[in-house]
């Protein structure tokens, strides 16, 4: 019921193109979902996140999806650049006594080449 | 880059031995969490501190305990280290008991246990 599933585990694109990340989860008391995105020997970053009241939310080139009923969600990047090529993880929280603490995504490499 | 500074950045200890990990959170945050990531993986919970406080484990032994300080920055210690407990290990600072709120990592740690 906490797990966070994400696919797939590595991308492969080419410059400009649209990768698209995708999650799942189980629980629905999760009310928080953020995507991070992690370069070699980095912390995670924070890209964008979104509660479950709005199905979509763009920030510049990246946009998420989100299907409440599915219980799913997905990070779409939009004209992707050599520079994204990094591990992105998806993540949920919320619930009573959730305290914040976030379910990770088992992640996913993408690679953009130019 | 996030205003969440880790130290030291690398370290390698011996089976056995004990190891303390040091985290400064964003200026204004006064929730820290700690996560370890094994190569390959998301990152996992190990517990957070909000006011000073305990408020959340994830599933660690007690081998793992950690202090938060009155400005905020907090310390993880790991007693009679073991091989599995070579990790990068983050920590994230957030506002308010990190209730669906936004949670900025560091750099990590990367800790080696020989």
């Known amino acids: 019921q906490q797990q966070v599933k994400q696919s797939p585990q590595s991308l492969i694109v080419q410059k400009g193109g649209i990768p698209i990340i995708n999650c799942a989860y189980e629980n629905t008391a999760f009310d928080y979902f953020p995507w991070y995105q992690q370069f070699p020997g980095k912390g995670p970053a924070l890209l964008i996140a979104?509660?479950?009241?709005?199905s979509e939310k763009k920030e510049g080139r990246f946009t998420i999806s989100f299907n409440k009923s599915a219980k799913q969600f997905s990070l779409h990047i939009m004209d992707s650049q050599p520079g994204d090529s990094a591990t992105y993880f998806c993540a949920a929280s919320g619930g009573s006594g959730n305290t914040g603490k976030l379910i990770f995504g088992q992640g996913t490499t993408l690679q953009v080449k130019p | 880059e996030t205003g969440v500074t880790q130290s030291p950045t690398h370290l390698i200890k011996t089976r056995g031995q004990q190891v303390t990990l040091r985290c400064s959170s964003q200026?204004?945050?006064?929730?820290v969490s700690w996560y370890q990531q094994a190569l390959g993986q998301g990152p996992q919970f190990i517990f957070q501190?909000?006011?000073?406080?305990?408020?959340g484990r994830g599933n660690f032994p007690p081998r793992f305990s950690g202090l938060q300080f009155p400005n905020y920055s907090s310390e993880l210690n790991v007693n009679a280290l073991e091989l599995d407990d070579s990790a990068l290990y983050l920590c994230a600072s957030s506002l308010g008991g990190g209730m669906g709120t936004e949670a900025f990592f560091g750099q990590g740690t990367r800790l080696t246990v020989v």
């Open positions: 501190y909000y006011r000073e406080e305990e408020n």
């Open positions: 200026s204004g945050h006064n929730t």
């Open positions: 979104i509660r479950p009241d709005v």
